[in-house]
């Protein structure tokens, strides 16, 4: 066991290197409308698309790095897999804003750009993800760890949206503010050097379920007990890990991992909300400047501060939504809530942007609004549920730490596939149709909804653990 000092320790350049990823990642949709207005080859007639396919491409090299990453961790250390990454990525974020000093219009060097740096931020999440299970696998609450760590998004997009205002209201030219996000990232790589531990691919949980845990009585009666009672006792306890070893790796197969109760749920629910999350993430600093509120024109700069407040949103609505699904632990429930709310707060988002007498302070009240509801079930499928699945089949089975893995990987990948259709479809859609923003956010809007609908047999076995639970609670006993 390691000293709660050094848990906060690598926690805390965790969680500070996640949101690093994320700081390098938001000009690329801060800087959308700049570049229709005044860069080639986006400001012909097909800009739109153009950038929906970057995003796409990027996101494409995402998902595959993921695979290819999480395959890497199993053979390398996660330290070194996540300076590379860091480096990669803040080097190829500044190559894409040298394009504006070194006066590039060719498509295929933002393309290829894009893909690399789409791929180079996939070594983040999973050398991440496992530290951290590494070190917190055995916390009471662990799924609140987990979910705040995905804070960090949407700290990074706060953070990120200063940085990029920033920028170029000082400088005045779009590529700082990528040249300033990529050495942020840098930076925190250069930290992970010295104080990030290292982690062998072999490394194990510091404290795993199947080992029993005995007190300090316990531990003084067995050695009491003469030499053969405790060559007994080991004996005994070295059968019993064999055989759960061979029973886990019978079942460590996609198939065994897809029997996992509620597992394809989620995963579509994710899905869905990803896909309306990144629409958002990618197109909403764009529709911001195409507004004019109380007569004021919405600016580059006001912009990034109205994105700011939307992933302050997720912020908030990462925190409220892991604290409690570990207080109450019905993550059904909460996700429904959350994603239902999202789909009316995005409709009601852009029927009041379009009004005479709006009124700024309550547009970004809406906005905030938006954020906490859309970005809550985010946080919690893809960093907390797997984890949940697993432990309710492991009443049965015992615990499993690849058939997390496995969990982990069919939720988060559907949600990525998601992902990757969010941006193009919203680039499709102010491209070719004439409906235009009005129909990306019924797109949004319509998204959640059907994420919300997905779990209505989740809540049904939820409400029916709930009323269970409370007809065999001891006060209930006792009445009888």
């Known amino acids: 066991m390691v000293s709660r000092s050094y848990q906060?320790?690598?926690?805390?350049?965790?969680?500070?290197?996640?949101?690093?990823?994320?700081?390098?990642?938001?000009?690329?949709?801060?800087?959308k409308m700049t570049l229709l207005k005044t860069w080639a080859p986006f400001d012909g007639g097909n800009g739109w698309l153009l950038l929906g396919i970057l995003d796409t491409a990027s996101l494409a090299a995402y998902a595959l790095g993921i695979f290819v990453v999480g395959y890497l961790c199993e053979k390398f250390d996660c330290k070194h897999l996540l300076v590379f990454g860091c480096f990669a990525a803040g080097v190829t974020t500044i190559l894409y804003g040298l394009a504006n000093f070194w006066n590039i219009h060719n498509y295929w060097y933002f393309f290829i750009i894009r893909i690399l740096n789409g791929f180079s931020e996939s070594f983040g999440y999973p050398p991440l993800i496992k530290i951290l299970d590494y070190y917190f696998c055995h916390e009471v609450a662990r799924d609140f760890i987990m979910t705040a760590f995905g804070s960090c998004k949407f700290l990074g997009i706060v953070v990120g949206c200063v940085i990029s205002s920033f920028?170029?209201?000082?400088?005045?030219?779009?590529g700082t503010c990528f040249i300033v996000c990529g050495l942020v990232i840098i930076l925190i790589g250069i930290l992970d050097i010295f104080f990030m531990p290292n982690l062998p691919p072999d490394a194990q949980p510091l404290l795993n379920?199947?080992?029993?845990?005995?007190?300090?009585?316990?531990?003084?009666?067995?050695?009491?007990?003469?030499?053969?009672?405790?060559?007994?006792?080991?004996?005994?306890?070295?059968?019993?890990?064999d055989q759960d070893v061979e029973e886990t790796d019978k079942k460590e197969t996609l198939l065994e991992a897809l029997k996992l109760p509620g597992i394809l749920e989620y995963a579509v629910h994710l899905f869905f909300v990803k896909l309306s999350v990144y629409v958002l993430y990618y197109w909403i600093p764009t529709w911001f400047e195409s507004l004019t509120i109380q007569g004021l024109k919405i600016t580059y700069v006001l912009s990034c501060w109205f994105t700011a407040v939307w992933g302050l949103?997720?912020?908030?609505?990462?925190?409220?939504?892991?604290?409690?699904?570990?207080?109450?632990?019905?993550?059904?429930?909460?996700?429904?809530?959350?994603?239902?709310?999202?789909?009316?707060?995005?409709?009601?988002?852009?029927?009041?942007?379009?009004?005479s007498t709006t009124?700024?302070?309550?547009?970004?009240?809406?906005?905030?609004?938006?954020?906490?509801?859309?970005?809550?079930?985010?946080?919690l499928a893809s960093a907390c549920m797997p984890a949940v699945i697993n432990r309710i089949q492991s009443i049965h089975t015992g615990r499993n730490e690849k058939l997390v893995g496995m969990a982990t990987g069919i939720i988060d990948g559907t949600g990525s596939v998601g992902a990757i259709f969010?941006?193009?479809?919203?680039?499709?859609?102010?491209?070719?149709?004439?409906?235009?923003?009005?129909?990306?956010?019924?797109?949004?809007?319509?998204?959640?909804?059907v994420a919300a609908s997905i779990l209505s047999r989740q809540i049904y076995l939820e409400s029916i653990k709930c009323c269970s639970e409370e007809a065999n609670s001891p006060e209930n006993e006792n009445d009888m």
């Open 359 to 379: 009124l700024i302070v309550i547009f970004l009240l809406i906005v905030l609004c938006v954020g906490i509801t859309q970005n809550g079930p985010y946080s």
């Open 209 to 241: 379920e199947k080992t029993p845990i005995l007190s300090n009585k316990e531990r003084g009666e067995q050695s009491r007990g003469g030499r053969d009672e405790g060559r007994q006792k080991r004996q005994s306890l070295s059968n019993t890990i």
């Open 422 to 449: 969010g941006p193009l479809s919203g680039a499709i859609i102010l491209q070719y149709t004439t409906w235009g923003w009005s129909l990306v956010f019924l797109l949004v809007a319509l998204s959640m909804f």
């Open 167 to 174: 920028a170029m209201t000082t400088f005045e030219t779009w």
């Open 8 to 31: 906060v320790q690598v926690y805390s350049l965790a969680f500070l290197t996640y949101f690093g990823f994320y700081v390098s990642r938001e000009p690329y949709s801060l800087v």
């Open 313 to 355: 949103g997720g912020c908030i609505g990462t925190l409220i939504i892991g604290a409690a699904a570990f207080a109450a632990e019905v993550y059904g429930l909460l996700s429904t809530a959350f994603s239902a709310s999202a789909s009316v707060f995005v409709l009601i988002l852009y029927w009041y942007s379009d009004r």
